[in-house]
Nanobody, 124 residues
Framework: QVQLVESGGGLVQAGRSLRLSCAAS????????MGWFRQAPGKEREFVAA????????YYTDSVKGRFGISRDKAKNTVYLQMNSLKPEDTAVYYC?????????????????WGQGTQVTVSS
């Protein structure tokens, strides 16, 4: 069983930065991927970014390209989401997700494990 714990959310002004962390425990990752999704009030949970555990390939949704960066620390079994130039429309609960099998990094149903979520609020 894999446990994911997110941290780093909070309230920031537009244009500022936040870094989210997701610490995984219960398994040592050697394959698969970890991703970040977000869900705003009244909206579907959407893909934000993902990184493959072995090769470090990264994927982003268009609305965050150039502003967000995903990275991993294999030694710590931790994934980070650096969020720069934040906008009010980035406000959402951000969820970390993990899968140990092949799949589409952008597809929510391809992930097997989820964190509890961390709130990010960007004020204008």
């Amino acid at each position: 069983q894999v446990q994911l714990v997110e941290s780093g959310g909070g309230l920031v002004q537009a244009g500022r930065s936040l870094r989210l962390s997701c610490a995984a425990s219960g398994r040592t990752f050697s394959s698969g991927a970890m991703g970040w999704f977000r869900q705003a009030p009244g909206k579907e949970r959407e893909f934000v970014a993902a990184i493959t555990w072995a090769g470090g390939s990264t994927y982003y949704t268009d609305s965050v390209k150039g502003r967000f960066g995903i990275s991993r620390d294999k030694a710590k079994n931790t994934v980070y989401l650096q969020m720069n130039s934040l906008k009010p429309e980035d406000t959402a609960v951000y969820y970390c997700a993990a899968r140990l099998r092949p799949g589409n990094p952008r597809t929510r149903s391809d992930y097997d494990y989820w964190g509890q979520g961390t709130q990010v609020t960007v004020s204008s």
